[in-house]
């Protein structure tokens, strides 16, 4: 989706100020902007935008809904953290509901529905080395026309919201480095998932796209961040050692002194 760079206008992409509010500080915010656990003035912020504080705030509260923020009481937001357990829950959520969707999809998929698929897929290049907001969207659009093919708008509405979530993950991942050969496997699993589907080989469809999420940005970032947060548990751990043997040795310390003062 296009991302002005200046104020809104009653013209372009969004229909209101909120909604541009909304898309601008979650770009930021995915792209990282805007850093986890940054505190954002909403003054400040709407004067960047240069909205006023109502739209900002009805875009923060949709922000806060994805879990992208928390509001505190003095008129700031706090950009949510990232953590190892929601890339850890976030994956078991898509482990779950991609293959079911892709299986739907094979199922229930009509010509016009396909030929949209096949479109979206012809025009969507493996993600550059040094991607930018438009080349995820153009990733989250192709799988979205996926599963709006399952024909279940519930299911729908889940996927959306864990891919609002899983956004920041994937862009955590690009930037922490890529592997080599990534985007070539990624290209060849877009592609046997289309397979699947115009064959109507629903469980072929659901095994392609639990390799796609097993193999996601979202399973490397997860990993880091777990390797990130053990490595700090280590290091606050050995920090505790180290204060309590020199505690001990002060202790032992003070000890002989006083055995020598009385003797």
């Known amino acids: 989706m296009q991302r002005p760079d200046g104020p809104p206008t009653t013209a372009g992409p969004y229909q209101t100020k909120s909604e541009y509010a909304y898309e601008t500080v979650r770009a930021q915010i995915v792209s990282g902007a805007l850093t986890p656990g940054e505190v954002v003035h909403q003054e400040v912020l709407a004067r960047q935008l240069s909205v006023s504080i109502t739209p900002l705030r009805e875009a923060l509260r949709r922000l806060q809904a994805e879990g992208l923020v928390e509001l505190g009481p003095h008129r700031d937001a706090r950009v949510s953290t990232l953590s190892a357990q929601e890339g850890r829950d976030i994956l078991e959520m898509r482990r779950a509901l991609e293959p079911y969707a892709a299986s739907l999809a094979a199922e229930r998929h009509t010509d016009e529905q396909m030929t949209r698929m096949r479109q979206a897929a012809n025009e969507l290049a493996p993600i550059p080395e040094e991607p930018g907001m438009a080349d995820l969207e153009a990733h989250r659009r192709f799988h979205d026309l996926v599963y709006r093919a399952a024909g279940n708008a519930l ?78 548990a280590g290091n606050r751990r050995d920090h505790a050692v180290g204060r309590d043997q020199r505690e001990r040795g002060q202790g032992r310390a003070a000890t002989a002194a006083a055995d020598a003062n009385d003797a």
Do not use: F, M, P
């Not at 289309?194 to 940005?217: M, N, P, Q, T």
């Open 155 to 232: 299911l729908l509405e889940s996927l959306n919201r864990l891919w609002d979530k899983s956004d920041r993950y994937r862009w955590y991942a690009l930037r922490s480095g890529r592997e080599e050969g990534e985007r070539e496997e990624t290209s060849e699993q877009h592609e046997a998932l289309l397979h699947c589907i115009e064959s109507r080989d629903a469980e072929g469809a659901a095994k392609a796209a639990l390799d796609h999420v097993d193999s996601s940005l979202g399973v490397r970032a997860a990993a880091w961040l777990e390797e990130s947060r053990s490595a700090a």
